[in-house]
Every structure is written in structure tokens, then in C-alpha cells.
């Protein structure tokens, strides 16, 4: 079956300084994959979604995400942390609707 | 269009009690999913229904069971609760069955199960 790692369960960033959540996945068919955010007592909302159609996938509030096979990573960027980031992130694989999530990553963003 | 809806918001039961989660998808989604998240065991599959049939199923105990409605609604079950079975219930609809296409899941707010 398919699976996530995410390495890093906390990343501290500075307010205006990149952000990069780290994600590798595992699967034996090319994979979908997404990034979603939660925020305290929320439930998970999409950031962006990998679907073949381009390795560079742009997401909402600024995130970016590139697909790398050879790697088999998808790692989450933003190039410009505000404090309203700070969340928990979420990288997940879904291969036939079987969806799997990684553990997922706190950002915390310092004044 | 409205989001995916989940009753009740928040829930307090005892051990051995049993408990019914309601899951509303989006206007036109025909897949539910669920998903406990807790502190420890992260985000994990419970169940996903599509038409009303069990289409995949987590690695849980036979306490948790589930079911869809003809209108896409679904409801989670979970008989003889343990105090382990104390968690946040996330609930995601995707509108594209189709087999090898990417299903983009939409979550709702989730109830939050507490077990004394």
C-alpha cells in the first residue's frame, strides 16, 4: 500500500523567511498527492493536489509544491511566511480512492 | 455550495456506550470517507462509501461500521466505546468516482468524540 513520510513533525520559520515542509511518498503506481492545512479545531483544507498534468503545482495562499519522481518527494514551499501560516501540515497519497496521510508537520512563524 | 456538514460538533459519552456520527457531503459528491485523527495515531482511514456500498475499509475493529444513504449521506457507528476510541471523526466527500482519477477530498470540521 501506499504511504507518506513527512520529515520534520515541527518546522519554526521566521515571519518572512521560506517555508518548506518536507514530504516523500511510497507507492507502487503513480500516485496522486496532496497538501491540506489544519488549523486548531478545523478539519483539513486543501492547499494543492499533484495529478500528472504538471510536476510545479501552485496551491492557494501562496504555497507551491513540485512533484520529483526520481526523488519520490513532494515538498511544500512558500518563499514568504506570514504569521497566518502557522498550522499543521498534512502531505497524503491516494492511489483508487485509498487515501493515506503522513503524520504531519507544525509550522510555528516567530514574530 | 454549501460544505461538508458534520452533526453533532461535539460529544461526551461513557465506556460501553455506543455512538452515531452524521456525515451531509457536498451537493453532488457520491463518496464519504472517514478518518479518525488522534494526538498519537495521527490521521487514520476508517471507512470510505460510495452509491451507498462499502468501496474501502481501514485497518479497525468490527465496533466501527458505517452506511450511506440514497442521498449521499452517511452515518459512522461505534458500538462498546473505549476510552482509546476518544478522537476527532473527520468526515470528506470527492465528487469523481472514476477509478485512477485524482479524487480531491473536501473535509468537514469534524466531531470531536470524548469517552469518560
Known amino acids: 500500500a501506499q504511504s507518506v513520510t513527512q520529515l520534520g513533525s515541527h518546522v519554526s520559520v521566521s515571519e518572512g523567511a521560506l517555508v518548506l515542509l518536507r514530504c516523500n511518498y511510497s507507492?507502487?503506481?503513480?500516485?496522486?498527492l496532496f497538501w491540506y492545512v489544519q488549523y486548531p479545531n478545523q478539519g483539513l483544507q486543501l492547499l494543492l493536489k499533484?495529478?500528472?498534468?504538471?510536476?510545479l503545482v501552485k496551491g492557494i495562499n501562496g504555497f507551491e509544491a513540485e512533484f520529483k519522481k526520481s526523488e519520490t518527494s513532494f515538498h511544500l514551499t512558500k518563499p514568504s511566511a506570514h504569521m497566518s501560516d502557522a498550522a499543521e501540515y498534512f502531505c497524503?497519497?491516494?492511489?483508487?480512492?485509498?487515501?493515506?496521510f503522513g503524520a504531519g508537520t507544525r509550522l510555528t512563524v516567530k514574530p | 455550495k454549501a460544505g461538508v456538514t458534520q452533526t453533532p460538533r461535539y460529544l461526551i459519552k461513557t465506556r460501553g456506550q455506543q455512538v452515531t456520527l452524521s456525515c451531509s457531503p457536498i451537493?453532488?459528491?457520491?463518496?464519504v470517507s472517514w478518518y479518525q485523527q488522534t494526538p498519537g495515531q495521527g490521521l487514520q482511514f476508517l471507512f470510505e462509501?460510495?452509491?451507498?456500498?462499502?468501496?474501502n475499509k481501514g485497518n479497525f475493529p468490527g465496533r466501527f461500521s458505517g452506511r450511506q444513504f440514497s442521498n449521499s449521506r452517511s452515518e459512522m457507528n461505534v458500538s462498546t466505546l473505549e476510552l482509546g476510541d476518544s478522537a476527532l471523526y473527520l468526515c470528506?466527500?470527492?465528487?469523481?468516482?472514476?477509478?485512477?482519477?485524482?479524487?480531491?477530498?473536501?473535509f468537514g470540521p469534524g466531531t470531536r468524540l470524548l469517552v469518560l
Open positions: 470528506a466527500s470527492s465528487s469523481n468516482p472514476t477509478t485512477g482519477e485524482a479524487e480531491t477530498q473536501y
Open positions: 507507492s507502487s503506481v503513480p500516485p496522486y
Open positions: 499533484y495529478t500528472s498534468a504538471a510536476t
Open positions: 497524503a497519497v491516494s492511489v483508487q480512492s485509498d487515501m493515506r
Open positions: 451537493s453532488g459528491h457520491r463518496s
Open positions: 462509501y460510495f452509491s451507498e456500498t462499502q468501496r
